[in-house]
C-alpha cells in the first residue's frame, strides 16, 4: 500500500523559504509521477508542481514558476519542494500525491491515485 507523508510546513514571513518533504513508501516508485498540490481555505486543491521520478522531468503552476522547484532523492524515496520568495498567497495545506497514470498534464486531481494527509504553510504579511 502507498503512503506518502509530508513534513516541513510551518510559518514562514514574505520573502523567506520553506523546504517540504515527501516520504513514499509501500511500492517501487520508479514507474510513478509525483506531484504537490495546494489548497487554501475556501477553495479548491490546486496544483503546484510535478515530477517524474524516472526521469526528473518537471512541470509547474505558472504562479510558482522561478520561485518553487521539485525535486526527488531516489536513495531516500523522498520528493522536496523547494519554495523561495514565499508570498502570502502561497498560504496554503500543500499535499503530496502519486500516480501511475497517463495524463498530457498531470496537473489535475483526478491524474493521482494516492495523497498524502497534508502539511500546513502560512506565509505572514
Known amino acids: 500500500q502507498v503512503q506518502l507523508v509530508e513534513s516541513g510546513g510551518g510559518l514562514v514571513q514574505a520573502g523567506g523559504s520553506l523546504r517540504l518533504s515527501c516520504a513514499a513508501s509501500g511500492r517501487t516508485f520508479s514507474a510513478y509521477v509525483m506531484g504537490w498540490f495546494r489548497q487554501a481555505p475556501g477553495k479548491e486543491r490546486d496544483f503546484v508542481a510535478a515530477i517524474s521520478w524516472s526521469v526528473g522531468i518537471q512541470l509547474y503552476a505558472d504562479s510558482v514558476k522561478g520561485r518553487f522547484t521539485i525535486s526527488r532523492s531516489t536513495a531516500e524515496n523522498t520528493v522536496y519542494l523547494q519554495m523561495n520568495s514565499l508570498k502570502p498567497e502561497d498560504t496554503a495545506v500543500y499535499y503530496c500525491?502519486?500516480?501511475?497514470?497517463?495524463?498530457?498534464?498531470?496537473?489535475?486531481?483526478?491524474?493521482?491515485?494516492?495523497w498524502g494527509q497534508g502539511t500546513q504553510v502560512t506565509v505572514s504579511s
Open positions: 500525491a502519486a500516480t501511475q497514470k497517463r495524463s498530457r498534464t498531470w496537473s489535475f486531481n483526478y491524474d493521482y491515485d494516492y
